[in-house]
């Protein structure tokens, strides 16, 4: 079974920051990753997927790199909108991984 | 635009069955670029995959769930529902339905449209 991590497990930053979260897969997944961001009472939102293709309406400022084992989602200048908690998720067995809170500074 | 809804009892006693069906409007369920999946998120905690369906009935499960997990299609009502038996409070959740996209090599790749979720409780 694929474990899926994620690190930090809460960011705390601030409005215009670059921001980074990283997500590690226990064995390889070639690219075969989605990145989602969710708030408070409310589901799931696809952000990337495939690793690093832009899922439609998403701003650009999110991008997502990374294959293998390794994965990046990167928010280049950090927004009201984005304080979220974000997961991961592999696509071998549908794993997420444990979620990454990015708070107010 | 698409839109998914999930319905059924909010309340289920220990070791009873618990049944969601979710509703697809804006568009046919039965699309060959899509399965359709259930997640739970426990309160407090992260994401869970249950399973997954195609409208023609193949399914995929979550081994650590597949004993007690059964999802199933009604394509004349556009309707897919999960089954779960023996509740614990483990299984104390809100409950999403998603559509999930399926690339030409066969491979589902994102859970791109989510129904709003359904809390199920789980206490006698």
């Known amino acids: 079974d694929i474990q899926m991590t994620q690190s930090p497990s809460t960011l705390s930053a601030s409005v215009g920051d670059r921001v980074t979260i990283t997500c590690r897969a226990s064995?390889?997944?070639?690219?075969?990753l989605a990145w989602y961001q969710q708030k408070p009472g409310k589901a799931p939102k696809l952000l990337i997927y495939k690793a690093s293709i832009l899922q439609s309406g998403v701003p650009s400022r999110f991008s997502g790199s990374g294959s293998g084992t390794e994965f990046t989602l990167t928010i280049s200048s950090l927004q009201p909108d984005d304080f979220a908690t974000y997961y991961c998720q592999q696509f071998n067995s549908f794993t997420f991984g444990p979620g990454t809170k990015v708070d107010i500074k | 635009q698409l839109q998914l809804q999930e319905s059924g009892p909010g309340l289920v006693k220990p070791s009873e069955t618990l049944s969601l069906t979710c509703t697809v409007s804006?568009?046919?369920?039965?699309?060959?670029?899509?399965?359709w999946g259930w997640i739970r998120q426990s309160p407090g905690k992260g994401l869970e995959w249950i399973g997954n369906i195609y409208y023609r009935g193949t399914t995929f499960y979550n081994p650590s769930l597949k004993s007690r997990v059964t999802i199933s299609v009604d394509t004349s009502r556009n309707q897919f529902s999960l089954r779960l038996t023996s509740v614990t409070a483990a299984d104390m959740a809100v409950y999403y339905c998603a559509r999930a996209h399926l690339t030409i090599s066969g491979v589902v790749d994102a859970f791109d449209i989510w129904g709003q979720g359904t809390m199920v409780t789980v206490s006698s």
């Open positions: 804006g568009g046919s369920i039965s699309r060959n670029e899509y399965y």
């Open positions: 064995q390889t997944i070639s690219s075969w």
